[in-house]
């Protein structure tokens, strides 16, 4: 028997107060099955897309089969989740002509990255042919790829609280669950600045940087004023957005996916603002800053992100280019080619 003070410091209970699953050693796990049904259904039901072809809506979600749970060993959180989707969409065309459909999504897992997920958008059998299942397979499995990786982002985020136990110290051996896990690649994020250090439990949270760069077929004036004008906000989000313009002034889109606040204003030239995925750690921003440079017939957009998670990059970049560019383009027709 080892002398006192001289044992395997993983069993030392009197490094807990409550001495209780010492340094976090032990295998715990936690079932997140229910919660995630709950969870998958909320992000889904009310998805819309409107085109002027018409507008398409998520109004059930029949099916959620499968289980998800979350494992913490030896301090490190690891997820399993594998689950077998399906809802119905019904359209209502500019005349009036009301069409019903189905989505299935039969591959959501943690074996599979985002971009490889099967989403099959179908019309209801005797429907007839209507220019909304083209508008539904196109921008509707979009935006159910992107709720699907923020239930994922949630998964990691929301319901790991309390799974890593704080040390005698105070201080928790926890690394934040999306800098440990590689993020699906659907949406957007990336930086470099750390997020300021939390009070005595946190963890910093590696950050990087990014730069994007996009040419459009407009002024630097109109398209400055894409980012401010909550209509065309709306617009070209195809989703409920709120935007008070000006220094210190707060927004949010993508049905609340996104928010934010300006931190800088410069007329049609420069955008300076904190932003944030509502799935990122509490209270962490990015800073985004867009500089719009005038060439002759088109205007330059630079992106530049920092402070984004580490694991969140692609996510943020490919966010930036299809939900903000490529969406700006096809909506208001400033499209060129992406630098």
């Known amino acids: 028997m080892a002398k006192w ?30 919660w ?93 042919e209507t220019t909304l299942l083209a508008l539904m397979r196109r921008e509707g499995a979009d935006k159910v790829r992107f709720a699907l990786a923020s239930y ?19 201080v928790t051996k926890q690394q934040n669950a999306q800098a440990q896990v590689k993020s699906n690649k659907t949406q957007i994020s990336s930086s470099t600045a750390a997020a300021p250090p939390p009070p005595s439990t946190g963890v910093k949270i590696p950050t990087c940087k990014f730069s994007l760069k996009d040419t459009f077929l407009t002024s630097p004036d109109e ?12 617009a070209f989000t195809r989703s409920s957005a709120v935007v008070e313009p000006g220094k210190g002034g707060k927004f949010r889109l993508l049905d609340g996916h996104v928010n934010g606040e300006f931190l800088e204003l410069v007329p049609d030239q420069k955008i300076v603002m904190k932003w944030r995925f509502n799935s990122w750690p509490c209270e962490h921003y990015a800073t985004v800053t867009l500089t719009f440079t005038d060439k002759a017939n088109e205007t330059e957009l630079k992106i530049e992100c920092r402070g984004v998670p580490d694991s969140e990059e692609e996510r943020t970049r490919d966010g930036w280019q299809r939900y903000y560019c490529h969406a700006i383009k096809q909506t208001f027709g400033y499209g060129a080619r992406l630098c």
């Open 5 to 34: 003070g001289e044992g395997d410091p993983r069993w030392i209970v009197e490094e807990r107060a409550d001495a209780t699953n010492v340094n976090n050693w032990h295998w715990t796990e936690r079932d997140a099955t229910n």
């Open 36 to 128: 995630s049904s709950e969870k998958l259904k909320e992000l889904l039901m009310g998805l819309q897309v409107e085109s002027e072809e018409g507008m398409c809506e998520i109004t059930e979600v029949s099916k959620a089969e499968g289980e998800a749970s979350i494992n913490n060993r030896k301090g490190k959180l690891i997820f399993f989740y594998e689950w077998n989707l399906m809802a119905t969409w019904t359209g209502t065309s500019k005349s009036g002509i009301k069409y019903k459909g189905n989505i299935e999504v039969p591959n959501l897992s943690d074996e599979n990255d985002m971009d490889d997920l099967d989403i099959s958008v179908s019309l209801c059998k005797d429907e007839p």
């Open 152 to 170: 994922v982002d949630f998964l990691k985020t929301e319901f790991t609280q309390g799974m890593i136990l704080p040390t005698a110290n105070g």
């Open 223 to 234: 398209l400055y004023r894409v980012f401010l004008n909550q209509d065309m906000l709306q």
